[in-house]
Each structure stands twice: as C-alpha cells, then as structure tokens.
C-alpha cells in the first residue's frame, strides 16, 4: 500500500468524527438511561465468541455477515459478533436461568458484518436494544414496540415514523397446511418478500394446491395496509388452520393496544412481511422514517430462543444501529465554551478550572510555546 492510500478505510467501514461522536455518545446516554428508567438491565458481551457458540440457535442466519478467525490460544475458531440479540440470549439462558420472573435485558456494542446489510449501509453499526425475557404474550410484544418507539421519539425522530407489522405465524401455518416441501416454502417465501404477484401465481400453479390453498397464500402478497386489513384477512383466510387464526388474533391485539399506546404511530399491517423468518416466531415489526426505504429499527417475537443454550424461554426484542440514527442529525456547527487559561502551578489557579470543569464549562491550557 502507498503512502497516499494507508489513510483509506476498509468498503463500508466509517468512524466518526468529534462532532458525530460526542452526537452519538449524547444519544448513548439518553437512551441507555431511558432503557433503564423501564427496568431493563444492562449487559455487556463479549466483541468474539466460539464460533459454535455464536452460531447457535438464532445466529445460525449470521453465519455469512460473521468474520472468523482462529483463536492462537485454544486452536479454536472464533467469530466477532454481527449481532447482539443471540448473545444476549445466551446470557439470559446461561448466565442468569435462574432468574424466575420476566426478565429485561438491553444492550450496546460494536457488531461487524462482512457486507452491506443495505445500500449505503456501514459495515460496523453500534447496535443498541432490549430483550424481554420469559413472557409469551402480545403485552410484552407492546411493551417492546412501546420502547422502540420512545427510543426513536427520544432521539428526536419523532415526526413521520410508520411502523410496519407482520406476524411469520401466518405464512409459516398456511405453508404447512398446503403441504408444502421445504424447498417450496423457501421458494415462495422469496417471491413473496418482492411482492411479485405473476411470480407467486406462477409458482402455486406449479404447486397444484387446492383451490383455498392457491387462494389464500397468493392474497398474502395484497394483504397489507391499516388495521382495517386484518378484518380483510379474517374473512379472505378464514379456511386457515387454528394456528393461522390464533396469529391473526395476535395481531388484532396488538392493533387494538397501539391505538391506545402509540395513537400518534402511523401503522402499516403486512401479512407477507417476512424478515427473520427463519428465527422468529410470532410478531414482527420495523420502523420508518418517510421517504426511506431502509429500516431505522426492527425487531420481533422469537420463542424457545434459548433451547440451545439448554434454557427454552420466550422472548422478544428490538433493535437499532445508533450510529445511523446520529446521522440523520445535522450539526449546528455550535459547541461549548471555551474556556482558555495560561499554563501555571497556581493552587487557586487549579481549584477554580476543576470548579468550572465540575459543572460542566470546557477549559484548556494554553500549552507553553503553542500557537
């Protein structure tokens, strides 16, 4: 590498100048004392694991965003955590099973991902969240959307937020009663994610499912909008199994408490929104700042996320990358006072800057032969 190229960064990696970063550190604290307020208690994992051990159970799907390196200790391979949220599983499982009520767990720490989750995305976000432990209700899916979204609101992007809802639980039942092979599912699961309706006829035609079947899983593509689509979907899918219809009940509910949670939330209901469908189970949200379309935040129900761990449990949880989130702030340009004094040995010279720096002022010395 030539002289003029060692200061060039990685593809997709960033970092943060002095006015992005005391921006972020600001939000760090807002948030983290926000989560706390709510009874969330912080954890701390470790930036590499066991690569079996990161693997496990949900990040399973992680395997292609992990980099991996051999450990020159054990001869072991290791990973450096793409994300958080099975790490924190693992702590909750392991670490603290033994905790018998409703537990709640947040979280912050650089994650590195090997590419681009997005278009413009980094490759390094620091990712912030919370975990509900041990609660399999749709309260607990509230109480998280409730938390993302003050989350949001107290990092100032309060205006224009949409909130996207699905549910796996419909797709995954209407799959399993059409009798679907894996690979099937897998396939139709792809064309569903693009909404491409010719596609999804195409591909059930060559399926030769009954006529409910073929009906029901293409209307999934067109069934998204307000509230008012769940009662559209009750009608058009109510040849469903039982478990598609206790999922459509699950969202009714959490419909019904965003109304009275989160009025100011425009709400957008998607029964062909499948992100995570591998690893989670029931609910799943995102939300959006109009005009975008990456998420700013995302999360969602994935129980039993401990079996791995030898500690089934339900869980849900959310997720945001706060580095993101610090850029949609456009700096002033202002920044404190400052403070500049001469250097001395001055006792009282040194009660008073330690006075000032204790209520918050900046000083500096003005180092001997400085410009």
């Known amino acids: 590498m030539s002289l003029k190229e060692r200061w060039l960064l ?3 990696i960033d970092e943060l100048m002095p006015q992005q970063a005391a921006q972020l550190e ?17 954890v701390f994992p470790p930036l590499v694991e066991y690569l079996d051990s990161l693997l496990t159970g949900t990040g399973k799907a992680l395997d292609l965003q992990t980099f991996k390196l051999t450990d020159q200790m054990s001869g072991r391979l290791l990973g450096i955590r793409a994300d958080m949220t099975p790490q924190v599983a693992r702590i909750a499982a392991h670490n603290l099973r033994d905790h018998d009520d409703v537990l709640r767990l947040c979280y912050i720490g650089n994650v590195l991902h090997t ?4 278009q413009g995305t980094s490759r390094n976000p620091i990712q912030l ?44 039942g209407l799959a399993q009663d059409s009798g679907l092979s894996a690979e099937q599912e897998q396939d139709l699961f792809l064309v569903l994610q693009r909404k491409a309706l010719p596609e999804i006829e195409t591909l059930l035609t060559e399926y030769k499912l009954s006529t409910d079947h073929h009906s029901m899983l293409l209307a999934l593509a067109e069934l998204n909008g307000g509230s008012d689509v769940l009662q559209q979907a009750k009608q058009v899918l109510n040849k469903a199994s039982q478990p598609v219809q206790q999922a459509l009940e699950t969202l009714q509910i959490v419909a019904d408490l965003i ?16 992100r995570g469908y591998h690893y989670h189970t029931g609910v799943v949200f995102a939300a959006y700042q109009t005009g975008s379309s990456n998420a700013i935040a995302l999360g969602g129900r994935y129980d039993d ?31 404190k006072p400052v403070t500049s004094v001469e250097w001395s040995d001055d006792d009282a010279q040194k009660q ?12 500096i010395y003005q180092l001997p032969d400085s410009k």
């Open 10 to 12: 990685p593809e997709g």
């Open 26 to 42: 600001m939000l760090r604290r807002n948030l983290l004392d926000r989560m706390q307020s709510w009874g969330y208690q912080l």
């Open 115 to 118: 590419l681009p989750q997005g």
């Open 129 to 172: 969240g919370a975990e509900i432990y041990g609660h399999a209700g749709p309260e607990s899916d509230m109480e998280i959307l409730q938390l993302m979204i003050e989350m949001l609101t107290t990092a100032g992007l309060n205006p224009e937020l949409l909130l996207d809802i699905g549910h796996v639980g419909i797709y995954r």
């Open 259 to 274: 109304a009275t949670r989160l009025p100011n939330v425009v709400i957008n209901f998607d029964l062909a929104e499948l």
């Open 305 to 335: 996320i401990g079996k791995d761990f030898g500690h089934a449990q339900p869980a849900t949880g959310f997720s945001l990358d706060l580095k993101a989130i610090a850029n949609h702030f456009v700096s002033d340009g202002e920044n």
């Open 352 to 363: 008073k800057i330690e006075q000032l720096r204790s209520q918050g002022e900046v000083v």
